[in-house]
């Protein structure tokens, strides 16, 4: 039995005060574990251009003072009433969405859409309770995504943590957590290509590598990378892609371009960018008859997909992803099985490292457009 369960957990945690503004490294308290709740030692985290997004608060509901970060690798500390299937010692990712396991989302063979623990970015409190399990001298600091692995030790909902296997590196898995996940997935589990199939992806950002990094792993022959910079085609080499697009070196649009170097069109398309411009050119861009375009970015909120009719009567599939359709508990570890077997490659994605005192350095990396994951050792 850990000396610390039951007991409030005094240690160091990256607090976001406001938006915008650099976080503070500050001495935080993390009460115990409540009901279908775990506490967890975070080792490894990195970062995602979520927690970015949010930290800057431009459109959306700003929720401050706050603990950021949602791509992580840990262990259990202790566990709360009702857990059954996580004890201390067990390795976790902890994901930013969930599987409660009881709800019609978590019964259905083809969603992952859990009814109680689908992301919600405004609430910044516990379910059980609404209560903040953080706080710096009795003032609550809010919870992000659930998660919040900017600190050394968090509490996550049960049903918000993939059990892996403890042999699995952490500073390489962790990156699992959110977006290669949701790029591998993407590709593997709805777009589906086919063996010696053409597939175009739309973004070369750490989601869309890893949306293409699917297509190498399924067999595609024709990976085509399309990005607005040019200098992210050279490292896409490395997941794969065979060729690439720009689009702004072309007069017409880029699905015609597409269709003209694939006669007809591409098997597939998956659109990580969130551009509703990229979206259309993603499910334009597709091969009538059978062709499948994934989209996997976040447009705006006021975004509208506008196509002509006949670009679906014409037999092509559009399909929307959320988490790459995996299912955080049930699917997760055997992800991260795929690693450990040498089918998936990490390291990769993973182009720089700080300790944790200087996560700042993190967030200045990935405003500049600088590598794909920076991974924040906590014990550093």
């Known amino acids: ?4 369960t039951g007991q409030v957990i005094r240690c160091k945690a990256a607090v976001a005060w406001e938006a915008g503004k650099p976080l503070v490294i500050e001495q935080v308290e993390v009460a115990p574990p409540q009901k279908m709740e775990v506490r967890i030692k975070i080792l490894f985290t990195s970062l995602c251009h979520t927690d970015v997004y949010f930290w800057e608060a431009k459109g959306q509901n700003p929720v401050f003072p706050r603990i950021l970060g949602h791509e992580a690798g840990g262990v259990v500390e202790s566990v709360g009433e009702g857990v059954t299937d996580l004890q ?25 859409m859990c009814d109680l623990l689908r992301i919600n970015t405004d609430r910044g409190v516990m379910l059980h309770d609404q209560k903040s399990r953080f706080s710096i001298n009795g003032k609550p600091i809010f919870h992000f995504v659930g998660t919040s692995t900017f600190s050394e030790y968090t509490v996550v909902h049960v049903g918000c943590l993939a059990k892996i296997n403890p042999l699995a590196p952490l500073d390489k898995v962790c990156v699992l957590s959110c977006g290669i996940s949701t790029g591998l997935g993407a590709t593997l589990n709805v777009a589906k290509p086919k063996k010696g199939s053409s597939v175009a992806v739309f973004g070369l950002g750490a989601v869309g590598l890893a949306a293409a990094e699917g297509a190498r792993i ?29 689009p702004k070196d072309y007069k017409k649009p880029v699905q015609e371009v597409i269709a003209e170097m694939t006669n007809g069109g591409v098997d597939r398309s998956v659109e990580c960018t969130g551009h509703i411009d990229a979206m259309i050119s993603a499910f334009e861009c597709v091969h009538d008859g059978w062709g499948v375009a994934v989209l996997v970015g976040v447009p705006h909120k ?26 955080p508990r049930s699917d997760i570890p055997s992800v991260v099985e795929k690693y450990m077997n040498k089918e998936l490659e990490l390291e990769k994605f993973i182009t720089h490292e700080v300790p944790f005192s200087e996560i700042n350095k993190a967030f200045d990396l990935m405003l500049s457009g600088e590598g794909l994951r920076c991974i924040i050792r906590m014990d550093a």
């Not at 039995?1 to 610390?4: A, K, V």
């Open 218 to 246: 399924a067999g595609a022959s024709r990976i085509i990378g399309v990005d607005l910079n040019a200098n992210r085609f050279e490292l896409a080499k490395k997941f794969g892609v065979t060729e690439f697009v720009n």
């Open 88 to 112: 201390p010692g067990d390795h976790v990712l902890p994901v930013f969405t969930g599987e409660c396991k009881e709800c019609a989302h978590c019964k259905s063979e083809e969603s992952n």
């Open 1 to 4: 039995m850990s000396t610390t």
């Open 302 to 327: 006021d975004a509208v997909f506008k196509t002509g009719p006949m670009n679906l009567l014409n037999e092509r599939t559009l399909k929307g992803t959320f988490f790459g359709n995996y299912k």
